[in-house]
């Protein structure tokens, strides 16, 4: 019922700009925080960006700031992350993930669990 799917990966070069796009179904948006997380071979997964829905308020690790927009069209169901200024270190498997607004901070700075996630896709931005 649920499904978060999302599109917008590929190979850059640094420098260069991508945007990815979440496309959610099945539950109600406006009710959720959605994030973007990444995972890179070897390393833990880490919380990139957390939009809550209902009022835009957003969230960035301190490693993408300045570079990373998140943002959501709520009449779509659907979030953004525009990324730009990449660098080799932001190639990783991107995931969009979606929690209820209740406890979405502490889930996205520590826990990392949240309540439905997507198959992710792979940016490589080389050098």
């Known amino acids: 019922e649920v499904q978060l799917v999302e599109s917008g990966g590929g190979l850059i070069q640094a420098g260069g700009s991508l945007r990815l796009s979440c496309a959610t179904s099945g539950f109600t948006f406006d009710d959720y925080a959605i994030a973007w997380f990444r995972q890179a071979p070897g390393n833990k997964r880490e919380g990139v960006a957390c939009?809550?829905?209902?009022?835009?308020?957003?969230y960035y690790a301190d490693s993408v700031k300045g570079r990373f927009t998140i943002s959501s069209d709520n009449a779509k169901n659907t979030v953004y992350l525009q990324m730009n200024s990449l660098k080799p270190e932001d190639t990783a498997v991107y995931y969009c993930?979606?929690?209820?607004?209740?406890?979405?901070?502490?889930?996205?700075?520590?826990?990392?669990?949240?309540?439905?996630w997507g198959q992710g896709t792979q940016v490589t931005v080389s050098s």
């Open positions: 939009i809550l829905s209902s009022d835009g308020v957003t």
């Open positions: 993930a979606a929690t209820h607004y209740r406890d979405y901070i502490i889930r996205f700075f520590s826990t990392g669990v949240f309540d439905y």
